[in-house]
């Protein structure tokens, strides 16, 4: 089977950096994604890690161990609108396409 | 970006009617189309993943005889939800991913069900 975990709620202060972890168990592995989720939206996709290492986009950054089958997500000096449902999602079994997403992170930013 | 609409945003049906959500990529063609079900709170969970021109692949455990997909253009996916019954109400988002083979996938805005 698969699976991913990942913590239910964090959350920051306006100017903070927070970390996301995101541990994952599954047959076939392709690669990690990060998706974003407004209260109602659509996800948008943030950041996508194939290879260990740290991936960097602006203030937000990914990493991958494959080794350890764990990622996370870093989001550098919070904004309020930062405040959203983060999602991991793995690239597993059944193909690159298909995702498997994790259970979800709320993060609340407050003044 | 590339963009993926859906209609309609959110419905309300009766129970025992049947509700179709379609989905489209605006500005790309999409071999590849995926539908999801998401209930409040938690996460995305995918029901199957549609393929133009041939049968969706489903899921275990989401029954094909309910929900209904076609995908019948690049463009064109549609989703529909047979003999609707209260516990089908959440939120559909599909998505996509174009034939440029890029990492992402693009997800539409959603469609939020009811049944009464």
């Known amino acids: 089977g698969q699976s991913l975990e990942q913590p239910s709620e964090v959350t920051a202060v306006e100017g903070a950096i927070v970390q996301i972890n995101c541990t994952y168990q599954t047959s076939g592995f392709y690669g990690l994604s990060w998706y974003q989720q407004h209260d109602g939206g659509a996800p948008t996709f943030l950041s996508y890690n194939a290879l260990d290492g740290l991936e960097e986009t602006g203030r937000f950054s990914s990493f991958l161990s494959r080794s350890d089958s764990y990622g996370y997500l870093l989001l550098q000096e919070l904004q309020m609108k930062d405040s959203a449902s983060y999602f991991c999602?793995?690239?597993?079994?059944?193909?690159?396409?298909?995702?498997?997403f994790g259970a979800g992170t709320r993060l609340a930013v407050h003044p | 970006g590339a963009v993926v609409s859906q209609h309609p945003s959110w419905v309300i049906c009766k129970s025992g009617t049947s509700v179709k959500i379609e989905c489209r990529s605006l500005?790309?063609?999409?071999?590849?189309m995926f539908w999801y079900r998401q209930f409040p709170k938690q996460s995305l969970m995918l029901m199957a993943t549609s393929n133009e021109g041939s049968k969706a692949t489903y899921e275990q455990g989401v029954e094909k005889d309910k929900f209904l997909i076609n995908h019948a253009s690049l463009t064109l996916s549609t989703l529909t939800v047979t003999s609707a019954h209260p516990e089908d109400s959440s939120f559909y988002i599909c998505?996509?991913?174009?034939?440029?083979?890029?990492?992402?996938?693009?997800f539409g805005p959603g469609t939020r069900l009811t049944v009464t």
């Open positions: 500005d790309f063609q999409a071999t590849t």
């Open positions: 999602a793995v690239h597993g079994s059944g193909g690159y396409n298909k995702l498997i």
């Open positions: 998505s996509a991913r174009d034939l440029a083979g890029v990492r992402e996938q693009y």
